[in-house]
């Protein structure tokens, strides 16, 4: 697995958590079993697998140059979208999403100019960032990088990966799912009993999440630094799973008479075990089944940033639409689904993609037009 090769079904993977976005966003519409279904099923999978791909692709891109020019680079990838994201693109969507879920006429307000500059903490914070809270996260991690990968390579780090590998796969696995799931309910307690309390509330969500996610993408950069490791992590381990998944979905009939810190405690550990199980078992699939590129895989990896970027405004446009024609919310869903990726696939490739400003404005991408011959 060559560090400069292309790792298609990593590729693949990331693509796919990050068009997943126009299903789970598309069920805010509700909140019946079948909507609340999908949410549950994203939250056991999407971000956690997204957080660790990235982390491998982000070592990579790291070890290819200075921690300064990485730097640089993931601040004009991350947080330039998401600026111009927040200002652009997300007051429109709360406006439309408000008038969809209220059908309140007062929404108005914000075209007549509620909406713009100055904006309060909470909007910026709590509702403006909406799917963009990401691009925050990972710069955070950016930041992080250095010190991950020169913890990885250091003497300990070096001595651990060796010991590691000395046992057999399966306790391999089981070891390293430890890990993860004892950092993040570390982490989980810092940000709860640390970090939340001391600050404004419209930024609990943004501070608990990249707290909770940090383990998964520190997972991604010491896998690329060892790649043993790396593999290890491709195995869908089926007793693990059940093991593991049993104890997670019963904890609430069993742990409720604990005190609260071991109840919470245990209920980390045994979630973020059985994500981080759920993400190897994702990649050892896409593994099998994404063998080598393909136009197709190249077409979406090209055009997934913009997808992510406009999915939400689109989704909320095509529901208020629907509303004129029917108020079953099973046929807004679908039209969702079936209109929104080709009108998202359309943005990028028709309009973003053609114009080298929106490709730095939406994208953070530097794209030189051809010079003629």
């Known amino acids: 697995m060559g560090g400069q090769q292309r790792i298609y079904h990593l590729d693949a993977l990331r693509c796919f958590c ?24 994203s939250d056991h999978f999407r971000m ?18 200075g921690a300064g020019d990485f730097i640089r ?23 439309l999403i408000r008038l969809f879920h209220l059908g309140d006429p007062q929404a108005t307000g914000y ?30 991690y950016a930041l992080l990088s250095p010190m ?20 057999p796969g399966w306790l391999r696995l089981v070891l390293m799912t430890g890990a993860v799931a004892l950092c993040v309910t570390v982490m989980r307690a810092v940000s709860d009993q640390l970090l939340v309390p001391r600050l404004p509330e419209p930024m609990h969500f943004l501070v608990r999440a990249t707290m909770t996610y940090f383990a998964f993408f520190a997972a991604g950069a010491i896998g690329f630094r060892h790649r043993d490791l ?14 593991v998944g049993a104890a997670y979905v019963l904890h609430g009939q069993w742990a409720g008479a604990l005190p609260h810190a071991l109840e ?11 994500i981080f199980l759920i993400v190897c078992g994702l990649m050892a699939v896409a593994r099998r089944l994404v063998t080598k590129g ?51 696939v359309a943005i990028h490739e028709k309009i973003i993609a053609r114009s080298p400003l929106l490709m730095l404005l939406f994208n953070g991408k530097i794209v030189r037009r051809a010079v003629p011959a």
Not at 230 to 242: A, K, N, Q, S, V
């Open 18 to 41: 990050m068009l997943f976005g126009l299903a789970l966003h598309g069920a805010t519409i509700g909140n019946g079993p079948f909507f609340i279904a999908i949410k549950d099923a």
């Open 48 to 65: 956690a697998t997204f957080f660790l791909v990235s982390g491998f692709f982000s070592a990579m891109v790291l070890s290819r140059g």
């Open 73 to 95: 680079n993931r601040a004009r990838l991350l947080l330039l979208p998401m600026l111009i994201g927040t200002l652009l693109l997300n007051p429109p969507t709360l406006w």
């Open 111 to 140: 075209v007549n100019g509620v909406w713009r500059l100055p904006i309060s903490p909470s909007d910026f914070w709590g509702l403006n960032l909406l799917h963009l809270w990401f691009l925050a996260t990972l710069f955070v």
């Open 148 to 167: 991950l990968l020169a913890l990885a390579g250091a003497r300990p780090g070096v001595a651990l990966a060796g010991m590691l590998m000395r046992v």
């Open 230 to 243: 790396f593999e290890t992590m491709h195995r869908l381990f089926w007793p693990g799973l059940l093991l």
């Open 264 to 274: 919470r405690a245990s209920y980390w550990l045994l979630r973020s075990g059985f």
């Open 294 to 344: 393909s136009p197709w895989l190249s077409r979406l990896t090209e055009l997934v940033y913009s997808f992510y970027m406009f999915h939400f405004l689109i989704i909320y446009i095509i529901a208020n639409l629907m509303l004129n024609l029917t108020d079953n919310l099973y046929l807004i869903f679908a039209a969702i689904l079936l209109a929104g990726f080709p009108i998202l």
